[in-house]
């Protein structure tokens, strides 16, 4: 066994040295039964015996840490992977900044960072139980597979968070293992924990904007565990990073192929208004502006995963040196933020004001600005398709006080520029900004599955390049 080459003998594959640590293998052992019952329950529904083109992490080298293969997905082999031991890593911000990184869990802050890894552990079987329907109207192969691939890693992810708890927290990691296991996306009784994560993945736009703005929320919550004094989470929260682009490719690339083809529509057909939703709808394409109001859908959803504006338990997760910022090592500052402050939205008399307040206070609202700014990259590949067609039309994410369930904005209506409509005018405005019930049927009208080699359906443009630099018509699925 080494750390960048995984031990793939026994039933988990790992680099964390499980043969010599009977205790941990053991509990794994005895979860997985459990897990795989999850899966066969709660996985992609109707595709479990189909053979799926998936990569599989084989090392967490960087130059090259997948393989592809042909898996059926509940024989994929979901390990355990932590990237290299970084020597001498320091905790590189709160109180205990510049000490050694700990190995072992500070019993000081024992509970908070087991909330931190439940937390997140928690998101990740969530969208597997959310994008369970979603094979059934896949529109090709190609997008089929990658919605498996994420799906199996959303798996892995769990098995990391699991990992952790199991090996770290005793018996109460046992217990909070078993119960990632029991709670359901959307379940009435046992929820999971995180709104956004209790929300339905209705259709294929859906699951692209999820995977552009709530697996995006992902990567940011990682890119802060990464940075965490406790070096095991911070070496799994790494490996996990690198899985989480593909995630993200999927969710901005599809959206993409989604407006590259309604703009070919709309060109074919001599349209020039992006607002003649009829006249584009006709075309079996989804209409500039409904994506638009889906993106407004996701984005607002997802900036509740950052909580609230002023916020003790993040200040408290950064002082005990826990959960850093994104990219901690490229801030210049003192990486303790006991002084200085930081600019917030605020509503400040029924007002959407700015205002500094202590840094440390400050932190899920900095988190979430370097969300917003991401994904403001990702908006601009969609854009500059629209561009390259000439079709008067930007998408833009909404204001941040727009459509929000948590933090100081929950108790406002807002429209997309952050102005505050009365609960009259929202109700009578929703469906300008929010998909109504008449834009999800004609989605959905849309979501007829392609099977077929090479084939897609006619609501969205094929992908520059195949996965693995596959063929167009390549079969990513065989289905049994
Ligand atoms: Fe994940
Ligand atoms: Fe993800």
């Known amino acids: 066994m080494n750390v960048i080459n995984v031990d793939y003998d026994g039933m988990i594959p790992n680099n964390v040295g499980l043969n010599q640590d009977i205790r941990v293998r053991k ?25 799926v083109y998936l990569r599989t992490a084989v090392s967490v080298d960087p130059k090259g840490w997948a393989k592809f293969d042909y898996v059926r997905m509940p024989e994929y082999k ?22 050694k990184a700990w190995q072992e869990v500070p019993g000081e802050h024992r509970a908070m960072l087991r909330r931190l890894i439940v937390i997140q552990g928690d998101t ?37 968070m ?53 697996d995006r929320d992902g990567k940011m919550q990682l890119e802060a565990l990464a940075q965490s004094g406790f070096d095991p989470l911070s ?60 993106a407004n859908l996701h ?45 917030v939205l605020r509503l400040i008399d029924g007002k959407i004001e700015k205002q500094d307040v202590p840094a440390l206070s400050g932190l899920n609202m900095r988190l979430r600005d370097d969300y917003v700014a991401d994904c403001n990259v990702g908006i601009g590949r969609w854009n500059r398709v629209i561009e390259t067609f000439n079709i008067p039309f930007q998408i833009k994410l909404p204001h941040v006080a727009f459509h929000r369930h948590i933090g100081e904005f929950s108790s406002v209506r807002a429209d997309v520029d952050g102005n505050i409509l009365s609960d009259a005018e929202w109700e009578k405005r929703r469906a300008e900004f929010l998909p109504s ?31 693995d630099n596959k063929p167009g018509d390549f079969e990513y699925v065989k289905i049994a």
């Not at 999850?38 to 189909?50: H, K, N, S, V």
């Not at 355990?80 to 109180?95: M, N, S, T």
């Not at 959960?323 to 003192?334: L, P, Q, S, T, W």
Request: contains cysteine; glycine residues 8%.
């Open 27 to 51: 509990a794994l052992e005895k979860w997985h039964p459990g897990y795989l019952d999850w899966w066969q329950d709660m996985g992609p529904e109707g595709f479990q015996q189909a053979l």
């Open 124 to 160: 990740e079987p969530a969208s597997v139980e959310q994008q369970r329907h979603l094979g059934k109207t896949a529109p090709s192969l190609y997008d089929m597979r990658n919605l498996f691939q994420v799906n199996v890693e959303e798996g892995r992810h769990l098995w990391a």
């Open 162 to 214: 699991v990992y952790l708890l199991q090996k770290y927290f005793g018996a109460d990691g046992r217990d909070e293992a078993e119960a990632l296991l029991q709670r359901r996306s959307g379940d009435a009784d046992t929820p999971r924990m995180l709104g956004a994560f209790n929300e339905k993945t209705p259709d294929w736009l859906s699951f692209f904007m999820f995977t552009t703005f709530t």
């Open 437 to 467: 019930d008449s834009d999800r049927d004609f989605i959905e009208s849309l979501m007829t599955p392609q099977y077929e080699p090479g084939k897609f359906a006619g609501w969205i443009a094929p992908p520059k390049v195949g996965i």
């Open 299 to 343: 984005f607002s959803l997802s900036l509740d995963l950052f909580g609230n504006e002023i916020s003790t338990n993040a200040a408290n997760a950064f002082h005990a040196g826990l959960k850093g910022r994104f990219r901690e090592e490229r801030i210049k500052d003192d990486h303790q933020l006991e002084s200085g402050t930081y600019p």
């Open 235 to 294: 070496r799994t929260c790494r490996f996990m990073l690198t899985e989480e682009a593909h995630h993200m490719f999927v969710g901005e690339t599809g959206v993409t192929r989604v407006v590259e083809r309604t703009c070919q529509a709309m060109k074919d057909a001599g349209i020039d208004d992006p607002y003649d939703i009829e006249a584009v709808r006709r075309l079996g394409v989804i209409d500039l502006p409904t994506v638009q109001k889906k």
């Open 78 to 99: 979901w390990g355990i992977l932590l990237a290299p031991q970084v020597e001498d890593r320091k905790v590189p911000f709160g109180v205990h900044r510049g000490e």
